[in-house]
């Protein structure tokens, strides 16, 4: 049975359908990404699964139980990371734990107990008295993701976990992340950081205007839907080489800004030509799920 199993879901807000007929199905010990611009929504499907926001259509079963209509029972057995952290800035890190393992029904004594093995995890033993506002914005996140943990569950949903942390904290949150799916935690997380989803998903689902667009491992999606190498060419010389010779080298070729990005099977011709021209400067490299997310959603900015 899917921890998280959702048929046909549909939701509108004024007339616009943002959740436009979606199916997903997450599968014990999963890490499931969701990904996609912004609009495309994520979000309201993360609210929907959680039964937070009532559909307009479909079905949800979370952990077996029906949502909306059993969604806070089936709340009480899942972990939830929220995109914006909002821990309780009056209490230390430990009385944060403390407070949010109240509203599962669980004992001080039980809370207490579980604590420990919470701060530990999350590199925070020696801060465990320390004032939320003494924390940094990774310590934070950690704190936020040992929270979700405090009634141990076994499906976590993470909203953009590593949205506004400096490079090193993300690290630090992915190995924090890897280490709860080798303990057999499924995971459903929202992310417009590819490199995310491409090193901590089995599966990923691109989303667009509210519905899936392509599904599948990172690894298949990139096999599926893109040329495996890309040359990115850039300099002076680049506009009169795109003209002359792109087509000549690259199966797809996309110009963004001064950068011509070419997609191809096989760039072994196409190195030493670049290697001898002067006016070039380029970068070859195998193409990853941004270049697919691209590719499918385009590289029009979205607000
Ligand atoms: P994402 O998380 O992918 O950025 P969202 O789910 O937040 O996308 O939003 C999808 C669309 O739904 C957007 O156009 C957004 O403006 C709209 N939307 C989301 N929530 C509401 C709401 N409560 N009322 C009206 N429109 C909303």
């Not at 199916?23 to 609009?39: K, Q």
């Not at 506002?133 to 953009?160: C, H, Q, W």
Request: some cysteine; glycine content about 8%; charged content about 25%.
């Amino acid at each position: 049975m899917p921890l998280l199993n959702i048929r046909n879901l549909r939701k509108s807000y004024g007339g616009l359908e943002v959740v436009a007929g979606l199916d997903i199905a997450v599968a014990r010990g999963e890490c499931f990404g969701l990904l996609g611009p912004n609009g495309a929504g994520k979000t309201t499907t993360l609210r929907l699964a959680l039964g937070l926001t009532a559909p307009d259509g479909g079905e949800i079963a979370m952990l077996g139980l029906p949502v909306p209509a059993e969604a806070r029972e089936a709340r009480m057995r899942i972990g939830v990371v929220p995109q914006m952290d909002n821990l309780d800035p009056d209490f230390s890190a430990r009385e944060n734990l403390l407070i949010y393992g109240r509203y599962f029904g669980l004992k001080d004594a039980e809370i207490a107990a579980r604590i420990p093995a919470l701060l530990e995890f999350a590199g925070l033993s020696h801060r465990a008295d320390a004032r939320i506002e003494a924390l940094s914005g990774g310590m934070k996140r950690r704190l936020t993701l040992a929270r979700a943990l405090i009634n141990d569950p076994d499906l976590i949903f993470l909203d953009e976990p590593t949205t506004g942390l400096d490079p090193q904290a993300r690290h630090m949150m992915w190995q924090w992340l890897r280490r709860l799916l080798t303990q057999g935690k499924t995971i459903v997380l929202t992310t417009h950081f590819m490199e995310e989803a491409e090193r901590l998903c089995d599966r990923v689902a691109i989303m667009d205007h509210g519905k899936i667009i392509a599904t599948g491992s990172p690894h298949e999606l990139i096999r599926n839907h893109i040329e495996p190498q890309v040359v990115e060419v850039y300099g002076e010389g680049m506009a009169g080489w795109m003209a002359a010779h792109s087509r000549a080298f690259c199966e797809r070729v996309e110009k963004v800004g001064e950068t011509v990005f070419c997609y191809t099977h096989d760039s072994k011709d196409l190195l030493p030509h670049l290697h001898d021209r002067s006016d070039l400067r380029y970068l070859n490299r195998p193409a990853s799920l941004e270049d697919v997310f691209l590719k499918l959603t385009g590289r029009d900015l979205r607000d």
